[in-house]
Nanobody, 126 residues
Framework: QVQLMESGGDSVQAGGSLTLSCTAS??????MGWFRQAPGKQREGVAI???????YYLDSVHGRFTISKDNAKHILWLQMAELQPEDTAIYYC??????????????????????WGQGTQVTVSS
């Protein structure tokens, strides 16, 4: 199993911005995404990037978050703007090795991802 590694988590005030990064030594993923888990809540999909680069978002972050990747540099990003306290969570990078699943459904199906990072904490204060 290839280790994905996130970075960029921090504590910010509401309205602030952060950019999360995810890297790995090997990079041959079909679909990738960012998930988050707040205390006492289930893990939820925040953004998915399809193998052609097309992005898909959780409704509550659409227009504020941007997912992108650079396959040559082995990096997946999540740019987050207009952060709100409800965005506070541990954010995880996730990847699928093969096959294609409708990306919007992947937002609700963390079990379809084979590789995960250890997470990075994002805390937004009001």
């Amino acid at each position: 199993q290839v280790q994905l590694m996130e970075s960029g988590g921090d504590s910010v005030q509401a309205g602030g911005s952060l950019t999360l990064s995810c890297t790995a030594s090997r990079w041959s993923w079909s679909q990738m995404g960012w998930f988050r888990q707040a205390p006492g809540k289930q893990r939820e999909g925040v953004a998915i990037v399809d193998d052609d680069g097309a992005p898909y978002y959780l409704d509550s972050v659409h227009g504020r978050f941007t997912i992108s990747k650079d396959n040559a540099k082995h990096i997946l990003w999540l740019q987050m703007a207009e952060l709100q306290p409800e965005d506070t969570a541990i954010y995880y990078c996730a990847a699928r090795r093969a096959g294609w699943v409708p990306p919007r459904s992947l937002l609700r199906r963390p079990e379809d991802f084979s590789d995960w990072g250890q997470g990075t904490q994002v805390t937004v204060s009001s």
